[in-house]
């Protein structure tokens, strides 16, 4: 909203809406996507949603020149949201995970790494991979604009869904599951 004070454009005039998707918190996932939901069924225009991982991916593409893309989130608790991109294409389902575990998934396959989980990992990354790891150069990106350009690409392809179809890309499980399952084990 405070955008759009400042350029003097009415929420009338947006065409399409942009969300992130996540991955995230849970609670700021529901938030942002209630908020942009509301937003486009009040002013009657379509929402696409974006995984920032999938925003990352695309603000690395021109570094990576068709070299693995490794986009990491920081998941907090020692962990990272990670996926893996080849030429724009996702190859690997995002995983919350341990960044050991990540970097044993892609092995010696040159990568070039980009996020605030690469940034805080970086040694780790540097030590498993040596110069096949390599962080991107593009300072961690503040992602709203990459989100909003990948859903203006799609809208012009005709592909925004409505509103309510717009789901949050959960990849960890809750903790009221994980107790759930510690209980049962236990």
Known sequence: MTLLEHTG??????????????????TGLRIGIATMQGLAFAAGKPLIGISALDALAEIAAVEAAGQQIATWV????????????????EIATPVVSSPEAVLTAIGDTPTLFIGDGARTYVQKIQGAMGTAGRLSAAPTPVLAGMIGLLASRLA????????????????RRTDAELAREARVAG
Not at 14 to 26: I, K, L
């Open 156 to 171: 012009e392809r005709g592909e925004p869904s409505p509103p309510h179809a717009i789901r949050p890309l959960y990849v």
């Open 9 to 26: 454009m009415p929420l009338g005039q947006v065409d399409v809406f942009a969300v992130a998707t996540g991955p995230g918190s849970f």
């Open 74 to 89: 920081d998941a907090w608790r020692g962990e990272v949201y990670a996926a893996l991109y080849v030429d724009g294409r």
